[in-house]
């Protein structure tokens, strides 16, 4: 098929957005971006920019609340919405879908979560900022899931799929901890007037509707609920996609055999001239698009659709807003300060011996076995790479704190863990790449 002008200009620009690791290079310049101007002479523009006062709604029901809480509370929703929809994916046909596949990543994102936990919570016990203890408890599944693609060509695809599920697992207990320890004081009404959304939801699954306006429409109700209830309304997001069908209406056999058909039946009527179809292959299109529908299902779909749109769009507009982090003259000593250490410490440590420590247990006790052509230096370099804990940390400490200067000294805590954990990890991957290479010369 013949290309035209705009698509040879789209085609670099459409490669390089289905590039694995796309998504965390934009990520990575959205955070130097927002470093970088915070730290320039417009750093008074930049924080004035995300606390510009925004409105919707009607006369006697109206929401304002400044930019970055928009972002926060409002984009960060559909980026859990997404992750809601990942994970109902992963359990129902996925690395999550068996005791057998999930018992490893699972673990080892237990660990990953605990110890980091501990650490932090040892450190700052009995101050003002023990409440902290969340936030190195996150891994940025598309920092690390960038670097271990960027590391080498040899990692075995078993290690990138257990990066994958155990980032995935790792949300989940994100999304477990916001709901149950980061929640502010509950309106009740408010919160039943979301869950009574959440059931119209489930009730239109059950009844078979398979509209997405249907369930956004609702879903939207849901979060309104939420987040006037106190409840954070990220965790919306989460209970929505959940709701979102998860079957298709007609088998593969069937798809198959009545795509073939209407594909004849659009091959007998091409005319013989003319750059128009006829109506009856426009018939024919039209029933192949109903048949299409049929096939997919509607959380496949839409998390298909709004992927780019997080992954482009969402996360780095929110690392914009949220890594502003101001480095001064006094930098260096300011990180000495035990929030900033114990977030350190439970990325960079706590993630590496958490995930190491419960994988070996497994494995030891043959309760699991390392992913297919695997060794422990694979698991190393993840257990590295889970420090990264960007966009989840940051996330988690704006839930944590009310003080601003604790949410900057986490904020450093995080940057500067999220680097080591990086370096590190990529270059215990790219000395196993090495090894392979030499090996496979010889």
Not at 276 to 296: D, F, G, H, R, W
Not at 396 to 407: E, H, V
Request: glycine residues 10%; aromatic residues 12%; contains cysteine.
């Amino acid at each position: 098929m013949e290309k035209s002008a705009i698509d040879r200009i789209m085609a670099p620009v459409s490669r390089f957005i289905h590039l694995e690791y796309t998504s965390g290079i934009v990520l990575l310049i959205s955070v130097v971006v927002a470093i970088i101007w915070a730290n320039s002479g417009y750093h008074d523009f930049y924080e004035h920019l995300w606390h510009i006062n925004f409105s919707i709604g009607f006369d006697g029901f109206i929401l304002a609340h400044p930019l970055h809480i928009w972002i926060n509370d409002g984009l960060m929703a559909i980026f859990f919405f997404v992750i809601g929809l990942e994970l109902k994916r992963e359990f129902m046909d996925g690395e999550l879908s068996s005791l057998k596949k999930a018992s490893l990543p699972m673990t080892a994102a237990l660990g990953g979560m605990l110890v980091p936990a501990l650490i932090y919570y040892a450190i700052n016990s009995g101050t003002e900022a023990d409440h902290g203890w969340g936030i190195p408890m996150a891994t940025d599944i598309a920092f690390a899931l960038a670097l271990l693609s960027m590391a080498s060509k040899h990692i075995p695809v078993s290690i990138k799929v257990f990066l994958s599920a155990l980032a995935v697992a790792d949300d989940l207990g994100a999304v477990l901890v916001i709901a149950f320890f980061y929640t502010a004081d509950i309106n009740f009404v408010a919160l039943g007037i979301g869950f009574g959304f959440l059931l119209l939801l489930i009730a239109g699954n059950g009844l078979g509707i398979r509209s997405s306006i249907f369930y956004l429409i609702i879903g939207f109700g849901v979060w309104i609920g939420f987040l006037l209830s106190g409840v954070h309304a990220t965790i919306a997001g989460v209970l929505v996609a959940f709701t979102i069908p998860a079957v298709t209406k007609i088998d593969e056999q069937i798809y198959s055999t009545n795509l073939r058909k209407l594909s004849y039946d659009f091959q007998e009527d091409i005319p013989e001239k003319g750059s128009l179809i006829t109506p009856n292959q426009n018939k024919t299109i039209q029933k192949v698009k109903s048949l299409s529908m049929a096939a997919e299902t509607p959380l496949q779909t839409i998390e298909h659709a709004l992927h780019p749109w997080v992954a482009f769009g969402i996360m780095p507009l929110f690392a914009l807003a949220n890594a502003g982090i101001v480095i001064g003259a006094d930098f260096f000593s300011s990180i000495i300060n035990p929030v900033s250490i114990g977030v350190a410490a439970g990325l960079i440590i706590g993630k590496f011996v958490g995930i190491l420590t419960f994988c070996w247990v497994m494995v030891k006790f043959g309760l699991a076995s390392l992913p297919e052509a695997a060794n422990w230096k694979h698991i190393t370099g993840v257990a590295l790479l889970a420090g990264i804990g960007f966009t989840m940390s940051l996330f988690i400490s704006g839930l944590a704190f009310k003080n601003p200067a604790f949410i900057d000294q986490a904020k450093y805590g995080i940057l500067i863990a999220s680097v080591i954990a990086g370096v590190l990890g990529t270059i215990v991957l790219k000395s196993i790449s090495k090894t392979a290479a030499t090996a496979a010369e010889d």
